[in-house]
């Protein structure tokens, strides 16, 4: 077993995405994950990696579709408002099937919002977030631990997809520390093998005469017939994925819940402690933490929603974005209730009980 | 038989989808030439831009990639750190680099991003119909100057070779001509120059093209020529601002 060392969020999923054989990393500073950037501007160096501190959110995205398109694993990070300007980007990557991997630390929004944790970016995280039809992998971690084990997930994925794939933390999972255990570094026989992996379709040298190749990485196709064809493929991709990638933590759920919390991220870790107290009083809820909220892990949800389930509660730091999915997982079964905190204030175990409490006594 | 002329092996068989009297397959063809004579093709990359060359991907026979609009320069800093054993040049028109893509052009500019920029200069936006762009001259009549370009109200044209040559990083930055062969073989020597700057790993290269847009000028290739040189020429001039391997060399 490696070492448990004690790092923040921001830390340590940067030290994660080192080893998992990112070389070149462009982002542009803001709270709350500056030490996300700054941690690779001092490691990238020493890893013999590239760190560009970009002019601006869009020049750094697009820093990523270059280095992209050159089939390195490349990576940028930001926060809300910074994540809102990078959409332009993230289309063009989708659009041109480049994989590339986009940390988002959640604040408060909209706008410039403020800088506490949030869960606000939720529908553009699901719903492509830029122009056009597209989805990007969205992973939600719930601990510092999952967040750093999701950037080697997250450079997988988008490999083996060809796709972006959005790491969607918050504020307080990026400030937060705790006990970190990583992942090998990769090897340089490893890093090697990634760097060769994208030969057939990036820019790359041309040593092969007179088989010249001319690869072209691009979203643009002017003639609808062909763009048709391009977007349906697109679409069978998203298909695949939401077939294979699934992914979710059943928490307490059996035959005899008489509730069922769904929660992501930072949020689900609050209702666990409600959860738990409330099931030590002889209560039993049970919980449903969507790892991937997009895809959605529907029938997860719709599985979790057994006979006794009177009712299905949804916890979330912001006016109720993850609700509609849950809605269309439940599809009818029971009703669906919901409780937001926003403005980056995050409600505490006593307000999540008393939630759940409430029901509890309605269900009577 | 001796072939005496033949296609750059830098383009590929596609016809230019070009205006007739257009001046981008000029620039086109200069800078394919350019790459073959140096044997710089099988590691050489580019970045096309959008506007009317937004196609160019198509035309260069090498690695490319198609830029969100104003965005080559930081496309081409992500493809030299990923791949710095191979070359990179963006080629971007005037809305492209000078209105939407200010900030990308400077910052790796300011870097010293070891990549050559071509930047063809019509002062116009000709890809969505001849709209006023950063470059368009004083009164000069567009779709959305209709009364010609104001400048007490929206400001005089930009000097982009001038912008760039205040910063302390680039290598080499020229203004050329396109508007007779005389000027397009003056232009040839600048593009070999940077491309060759670019090759030995100097800096940032940087070329604009002072060019025309008959279509959307509303004039004929030959008139069009007459006008840039009476109209662009006095405020885009036609000079070498900025050649440190002459100063190296000193």
């Known amino acids: 077993m490696a070492e448990k060392v004690l790092m923040k969020g921001n830390e340590a999923v940067a030290e994660a995405a080192i080893r998992a054989g990112c070389r070149l990393y462009f982002a542009y500073p803001i709270t709350p994950q500056s030490e996300l950037i700054e941690y690779m501007a001092r490691m990238m160096p020493k890893a013999g990696g590239v760190f560009v501190q970009a002019e601006s959110e869009i020049a750094a995205i697009n820093m990523v579709y270059g280095a ?50 949030a869960q606000g970016d939720y529908f553009q995280a699901t719903r492509g977030g830029g122009n056009g039809d597209y989805y990007t992998m969205a992973l939600a971690p719930s601990t510092v631990q999952e967040f750093a084990d999701m950037a080697s997930l997250a450079f997988d994925l988008a490999d083996k997809y060809r796709n972006p794939v959005v790491i969607l933390a918050d504020g307080l999972l990026g400030q937060m520390m705790e006990p970190v255990e990583f992942l090998p570094a990769k090897t340089e026989a490893e890093l090697k093998e990634l760097d060769n992996q994208h030969l057939d379709w990036c820019c790359c040298p041309n040593e092969d005469e007179p088989n010249h190749h001319h690869h072209e990485i691009n979203s643009l196709e002017i003639d609808p017939v062909v763009l048709e064809q391009h977007v349906l493929r697109l679409g069978e991709k998203y298909d695949k994925i939401t077939a294979n990638e699934q992914r979710w933590e059943d928490y307490n759920i059996n035959a005899d819940n008489e509730i069922l919390v769904v929660a992501f991220g930072t949020a689900s870790r609050i209702c666990k402690s409600a959860i738990d107290e409330l099931n030590d009083a002889g209560h039993n809820i049970g919980l449903v933490r969507p790892i991937t909220v997009w895809p959605y892990p529907y029938d997860a949800v719709y599985k979790a929603v057994g006979d006794k389930v009177k009712k299905v509660i949804v916890f979330e730091l912001n006016l109720g974005q993850m609700v509609q999915d849950v809605k269309i997982a439940v599809n009818g079964k029971v009703p669906v209730d919901f409780m937001g905190k926003v403005g980056g204030i995050l409600f505490s175990t006593d307000e999540v009980k008393a939630k759940i409490a409430e029901n509890l006594e309605e269900a009577k | ?226 006008w840039a040189r009476e109209h662009m020429l006095p405020f885009f001039k036609v000079q070498n601002f900025r050649d440190k391997g002459i100063e190296e060399a000193k």
């Open chain 1, 68 to 117: 992209s398109g050159c089939g390195r694993r490349a990576m940028t990070s930001s926060s809300s408002p910074g994540i809102a300007l990078k959409q332009e980007g993230i289309s063009y990557l989708a659009g041109a099937n480049l994989p590339a991997v986009i940390v988002n630390v959640q604040r408060g929004g909209p706008g410039l919002g403020d800088i506490q944790p």
């Open chain 2, 1 to 226: 038989m001796q072939v005496i002329a033949t296609r750059p092996n830098t383009l590929t068989d596609l016809n230019f989808t070009y205006c007739p009297g257009c001046l981008h397959g000029v620039a086109h063809r200069l800078i394919a030439e350019a790459i073959d004579e140096l044997g710089m093709r099988n590691q050489m990359m580019g970045v096309a831009p959008v506007g009317c060359s937004v196609f160019a991907y198509k035309f260069f026979n090498i690695d490319m990639q198609e830029a969100a609009h104003g965005r080559a320069p930081a496309l081409a800093t992500g493809m030299k750190r990923a791949r710095p054993d191979m070359n990179v040049f963006t080629y971007q028109g005037d809305g492209d680099l000078a209105a939407i893509g200010t900030a990308e052009i400077v910052h790796a500019a300011n870097r010293g991003e070891h990549i050559t920029v071509f930047f063809v200069n019509n002062a116009i936006y000709g890809m969505t119909g001849g709209q006023m762009a950063p470059t368009t001259l004083p009164d000069m009549k567009t779709t959305t100057s209709p009364y010609g370009r104001d400048v007490d109200d929206i400001g005089y044209p930009i000097r982009v070779c001038e912008l760039l040559n205040t910063l302390v990083a680039p290598y080499f930055i020229e203004r050329v001509s396109l508007l007779s062969p005389a000027e397009i073989m003056k232009a040839k020597k600048a593009v070999l120059k940077a491309l060759t700057y670019n090759k030995e790993e100097r800096g940032f290269t940087f070329i604009e093209f002072v060019s025309t847009c008959p279509t959307n000028w509303g004039l004929d290739a030959l008139e069009s020529r007459d």
